[in-house]
């Protein structure tokens, strides 16, 4: 198996919030490519959601749910070609919820997104043998 050397960077952050209906996947997109965002992270999220779009594990499948879901977290990385977010979510029971997020997730009254930026770095996926998806590459730009 490969090693990897670590990498550091200089780190910024950008607010967004999102409003009511909107998709995340979408407006996280439309964030990314408006400010360029080549290595990324979430590094806060809070916020509900009405729609909910996740892809258990070891599952090819989405599984679609509809109710009101607290936001209780999510992290992941973001670059200007893909993504890899994962999402927890409770009912209003406190059951939770997680996975891999998938389009489809809808915003319920708000969704305030702290998202770190690495200004030194550019992350890429590339197919990994491994595992078998396309995962993070991290080069110095």
Known sequence: MATFTPQSSEARFHALRLFPGQEVFSQLHAFVQQH???AAWIAGCTGSLTNVALRYAGREETTLLTGTWEVISLNGTLELTGEHLHL???DPQGTML????MTGCTVRTTLELVIGELTGLAFSRQPCTVSGYDELVISSR
């Open 36 to 38: 360029q965002l080549q």
């Open 88 to 90: 927890a979510v409770s």
């Open 98 to 101: 997680g996975g891999h997020m």
